[in-house]
T-cell receptor, first 112, second 113 residues
């Protein structure tokens, strides 16, 4: 089976812009979680989607949003980008959530 | 508040030496416990997990971890470290099934040839 894929792998944006990141889970997996990883804050949970519904949410401002499609693919969107949003954004999928998560390689976002 | 701590920010060991990475958590009940490894520029790979049962868990790449309820700890061990084990190691907990996963700050491992 193909692993979790994330696109794009690298992205450069300027402050105030918005960005959309994409995640394709492993075939058959219905849960997709998103994480932000920075040197200062480490790995922080953003949100989890299961069957097109947001099931869990971390402590991030409303500028961070996501959605999941009927094929389980997920997107996350960050509006009005700030310098502090520069990070590695990781997506993970699992069959139903709550068990082994498989991570993608991440999207590295740089905000200038 | 719920938290996961990894007391050691960075550890350096010689190749062939034993390794123990510490992880402590603060949760009311026994959560689900995980160890992940991240190589530079890569995503995370699951090494092992504990849900219930035997408190000594075997994982991939020769790693094992022991859950100690009395100490709220889930320490990762390897009897003989290889140079390829140099990476960042994350302990993670999930309070209940289908809950969000909380990661510790990570321990960076360097291996001296």
């Amino acid at each position: 089976k193909a692993g979790v894929t994330q696109t794009p792998r690298y992205l450069i944006k300027t402050r105030g812009q918005q960005v959309t990141l994409s995640c394709s889970p492993i075939s058959g997996h219905r849960s997709v979680s998103w994480y932000q990883q920075t040197p200062g804050q480490g790995l922080q949970f953003l949100f989890e989607y299961f069957s097109e519904t947001q099931r869990n949410k971390g402590n991030f401002p409303g500028r961070f949003s996501g959605r999941q499609f009927s094929n389980s693919r997920s997107e996350m969107n960050v509006s009005t980008l700030e310098l502090g949003d520069s990070a590695l954004y990781l997506c993970a999928s699992s069959l139903l959530g709550g068990e082994t998560q498989y991570f993608g390689p991440g999207t590295r976002l740089l905000v200038l | 508040a719920q938290s996961v701590t990894q007391p050691d920010i960075h550890i350096t060991v010689s190749e062939g030496a034993s390794l123990e990475l510490r992880c402590n958590y603060s949760y009311g009940a026994t959560p689900y416990l995980f160890w992940y490894v991240q190589s530079p520029g890569q995503g995370l790979q699951l090494l092992l997990k504990y849900f219930s049962g035997d408190t000594l868990v075997q994982g991939i790449k020769g790693f094992e971890a022991e859950f100690k309820r009395s100490q709220s700890s889930f320490n990762l061990r390897k009897p003989s470290v290889h140079w390829s084990d140099a990476a960042e190691y994350f302990c993670a907990v999930e309070e209940t099934s289908y809950d969000k996963v909380i990661f510790g700050p990570g321990t960076s491992l360097s291996v001296i040839p």
